[in-house]
């Protein structure tokens, strides 16, 4: 499927992620926008990942392995407080298409985040780099 989507012209805090996403990658812009007790549900992880810290660091792992110059939007279901957001990109020569789900409170604050992965090769690929960037955020690389 390949929508050509235009990422502008939504409401403001879907407008705030797409900015980050897409295109700066600032990490404290991606601060502001989480809630100190926002939970971040991984297609990886059984648990959901509780707080400002770990989903920080999640998304910001993300950013950097999944927001590659192939990486895209390709369906957008604005809700307001709430959305839900197609992705498709290319990481190790293999096919991702994933969605994240994200809610907002009335402060405009990510509360929660959850991203699904398919197919079973994408999963692989994706565990695997967010792995290895992760393990580099730590040890401060």
């Avoid at 604050?109 to 999963?123: S, Y």
């Amino acid at each position: 499927m390949d929508h050509d989507i235009a990422l502008s012209g939504y409401q403001p805090n879907l407008q705030r992620w797409f900015d980050w996403m897409t295109g700066s990658h600032d990490d404290g812009a991606l601060r502001d926008m989480l809630h100190e007790d926002v939970v971040f549900r991984s297609p990886v992880v059984h648990t959901p990942q509780e707080g400002k810290a770990i989903t920080f660091a999640y998304l910001s792992a993300a950013g950097q392995t999944l927001g590659s110059d192939a990486f895209k939007y390709t369906r957008v279901f604005d809700c307001g407080d709430r959305a839900v957001l197609e992705f498709e990109t290319v990481m190790d020569g293999i096919q991702v298409n994933g969605v994240d789900m994200i809610e907002w409170d009335a402060d405009g604050k990510i509360t929660d985040f959850k991203v699904m992965v398919r197919p079973l090769k994408a999963i692989q690929v994706v565990h695997a780099q967010m792995g290895q960037m992760l393990e580099r955020m730590k040890a401060g690389a």
